[in-house]
């Protein structure tokens, strides 16, 4: 008997808002909305750097990423030993994508996992290049601009 009666009066809560009883949603929608809306929307378009530690070596990375709506993004790299191109996606906080390695003729792919405050993404990466041979390792990346 008193989950219906519960029940009743939630369904009283949301038909007297959604009359226009006091023209907006009730405070605690609004709250719920904003933080499932924050949580998921990021856009890490700028200027990233870090580093990348492999069995080939370290090198400090540099990338610059515009990404789009849709979550697509593309931009280049630079490195202590090369530069590039990338392009992948973003959706909710992890990152999928792929690296052409212009310097010595290589191809990557890649994976990362975007800190909660949009500011960090950790990644691994692996692949192979005409310098180096088969290369994996991972890194990570920090928000500049």
């Not at 212009?102 to 500011?119: F, I």
Request: with cysteine; aromatic share 12%; net charge positive.
């Amino acid at each position: 008997m008193l989950a219906p009666r519960f029940l009743h009066k939630a369904r009283n809560v949301f038909s007297h808002y959604s009359r226009g009883g006091a023209n907006r949603l009730p405070p605690f929608m609004l709250l719920v909305s904003s933080v499932c809306y924050a949580s998921t929307n990021y856009d890490i378009t700028g200027t990233w750097k870090g580093y990348f530690n492999s069995d080939a070596g370290y090198a400090k990375v540099t990338m610059e990423i515009e990404q789009y709506e849709d979550g697509t993004i593309v931009g280049d790299w630079t490195a202590s030993d090369g530069y590039g191109t990338v392009g992948g996606k973003l959706k909710g906080r992890t990152l999928k994508f792929k690296l052409v390695n212009e310097t010595c003729a290589g191809r990557y792919s890649g994976r990362g996992s975007l800190s909660k405050d949009g500011m960090q993404i950790k990644y691994t990466l692996s692949g192979s290049n005409e310098c180096n041979g088969e290369i994996s390792g991972g890194g990570k990346l920090y928000y500049k601009e």
